[in-house]
């Protein structure tokens, strides 16, 4: 059975760092690549990035180029999350998830369960 | 604001048929790239629920259907139950932006 069981909840001050995983089992985790999806309060789902376990390629949405950086471990079969310095604004819920290619484009299978991530202001 | 665009909400009555759309454009839908529906239940991750703009992964009911027609796209809910009521997200590719996007959700209330 496909699983990603990500860390648990983080409460954070500005100006901290944060590392937040994402663990993947059921299934070979260099094979697929791994996405990392935000949902601020209230809001919707927004694509941040994405890394390929198997040679750690990434990419980033431009919104996210910068500010935050995704790294995996193909020992432990975990991707990563992280920030240097957290905002208030980096406050929300953040999701990994596999992604499958098709010849029509791309979408994702299995979600983690989600990391909540606050920021008092 | 996101790329694709999706009904703020929609409600429908138990039993009933309601439909969600996507619109999106030439980068994306419009480019032939194809389209993604996830379920949110109150609190809990995303799942998916409508691949490859009409197929359903195993274990998803029969009463949810996707179609897309050019760049005219929407999910169906045919029979609507009560544990229906959640948010709704669109997905596709966008080629110019090098992007996975999302629709804006559609929240669904069961009467």
């Known amino acids: 059975e496909v699983q990603l069981v990500q860390s648990g909840a983080e409460v954070k001050k500005p100006g901290e760092s944060l590392k937040i995983s994402c663990k993947a089992s059921?299934?070979?985790?260099?094979?697929?690549?791994i996405g990392w999806v935000r949902q601020m309060p209230g809001k919707g789902l927004e694509w941040m990035g994405i890394i390929y376990p198997s040679d750690s390629d990434t990419r980033y949405s431009p919104s996210f180029q910068g500010q935050v950086t995704i790294s995996a471990d193909r020992s432990i079969s975990t991707a990563f999350l992280q920030w240097s310095s957290l905002k208030a604004s980096d406050t929300a819920m953040y999701y990994c998830a596999r992604r499958i290619a098709t010849a029509g484009g791309y979408y994702f299978d299995y979600w983690g369960q989600g990391t909540l991530v606050t920021v008092p202001s | 604001q996101s790329v694709l665009t999706q009904p703020p909400s929609v409600s429908g009555a138990p039993g009933q048929r309601v439909t969600i759309s996507c619109t999106g454009s030439?980068?994306?839908?419009?480019?032939?790239?194809?389209v993604h529906w996830y379920q949110q239940l109150p609190g809990t991750a995303p799942k998916l629920l409508i691949y490859g703009n009409s197929n359903r992964p195993s274990g998803v009911p029969g009463r949810f259907s996707g179609s897309k027609s050019g760049t005219s796209v929407s999910l169906a809910i045919t029979g609507l139950q009560a544990e229906d009521e959640a948010d709704y997200y669109c997905q596709s590719y966008d080629s110019s932006l090098s992007d996975y996007v999302f629709g804006s959700g559609t929240k669904v209330t069961v009467l």
């Open positions: 059921g299934y070979s985790f260099t094979t697929y690549w």
């Open positions: 030439s980068s994306n839908i419009g480019a032939g790239y194809d």
